[in-house]
């Protein structure tokens, strides 16, 4: 039995889409910090499987990349934001979207499999 007042879903993971999903699980790692989690038994997970990636640090939520047999087609209607460079997003391999400009105080971006992200200046290097 529930309490009443509990909410009935609460946060879990992120998931993001991919047809490749080992390399864009290695991308984000190298995007955002993050690392593959290892398995539960210490093993390795089957290459097919998703492919949770985590923060080392513990602050910041479960990815999962999963694999999926379809490019992106349209815009994502949720996505991730993040503190960053775009410049060095874009040397990783990142594509630029939409400028910060006088509308919006972020970048627009698209990681290598064209999934959206915002990049916001990080609050000790704001201007």
Known sequence: MHDKDEAPARFKDLAVDAVDHQALADWWCAAIGYVRRPAADGGQR???WPVPISDP????????VNPVPEHK???NRMHLDVWGDPDRLVA???TVIRERDHEIDWHVMGDPEGNEFCVFTPPDTAA
């Open 46 to 48: 089957p290459v097919q």
């Open 57 to 64: 640090a513990g602050a910041g939520p479960l990815i999962w």
């Open 73 to 75: 087609t349209v815009k």
């Open 92 to 94: 990783l391999g990142a």
